[in-house]
């Protein structure tokens, strides 16, 4: 099968300074795909590209659905990154994603309501949609923007740290509703995180991004204890804790 995303030697980079180079991977239909790395290390830039924002310097990005027609994408940014100023409620953010089918300066119609009404339900909020999204806790915010992106009706939902500052049970419940989204609305989800426990146990397929590492594989082949010494240059130890995979910093200091 065709994928839906192909990367092939792409350079990436901001004017004519390179952050990654001749990189090549794919993501298909159906697939829960990961990107790990430390921050600033080009995971964002590679989200760009995806998503047709950023073009590539050197290579060819192909983003096509199996049956030739455009991806539609669904794009949940970092939280950090959107304006709480604005008195916005629930409601009026996730309205936000039918602007795409709406049109430039056209109001809602009832086929938009009820796609927001569909993914408030969707994401357990629909209670909080009169709530000003500047009042919701880290999760609850979180939960807000996925509904965002639902109501584009993706092909593709592209989560940009979606974890990142949570406490744990925020945290669990986030990587739990996007399971279910991949497994029961059979979404093709890309996920990008910095924490690799989260990527480890959720995602089929990952890429690891450092600086100057570019490496694409199943978690078991690419999150093994030697392979995660040698690129963070430390002893990394990956065991299975209770059916979950759990990556310890420190540890046996025989990897070399």
Do not use: C
């Not at 993914?119 to 919701?136: A, K, M, Q, T």
């Amino acid at each position: 099968m065709e994928p839906v995303i192909r990367f092939t030697k792409v350079t990436l980079g901001y004017g004519r300074t390179p952050v990654l180079r001749d990189i090549s991977f794919e993501v298909h239909a159906g697939e829960y795909f990961g990107f790990a790395g430390p921050n600033g290390a080009g995971k964002t830039t590679i989200v760009r590209a995806i998503l047709g924002t950023l073009k590539p310097l050197a290579g060819t990005v192909r983003v096509v659905m199996p049956s030739g027609s455009r991806v539609r994408f669904g794009y949940v940014p970092q939280r950090d990154t959107v304006d709480y100023v604005l008195p916005y409620t629930v409601e009026e953010i996730v309205m936000m994603g039918r602007y795409r089918q709406m049109g430039i300066l056209r109001r809602p119609g009832e086929a938009d309501r009820a796609a927001v009404r569909k993914s408030l339900d969707h994401v357990g909020i629909r209670d909080l949609r009169g709530v000003s999204f500047r009042e919701l806790s880290g999760g609850q915010k979180q939960r807000s923007l996925i509904a965002r992106a639902l109501a584009s009706e993706p092909d593709v939902l592209v989560l940009d740290e979606p974890t990142n500052g949570m406490d744990l049970s925020s945290r669990i419940s986030i990587l739990d509703l996007i399971r279910q989204l991949h497994s029961n609305d059979r979404l093709t989800v890309i996920m990008v995180s910095h924490l690799l426990d989260d990527v480890a146990n959720h995602v089929g397929r990952l890429a690891i991004v450092e600086k100057g590492f570019f490496q694409v594989g199943t978690v078991e082949e690419v999150l093994t204890g030697p392979n995660l010494s040698m690129l963070y240059g430390m002893p990394v130890d990956v065991r299975r804790v209770g059916g979950r995979m759990v990556i310890l910093a420190g540890g046996d200091d025989d990897w070399r």
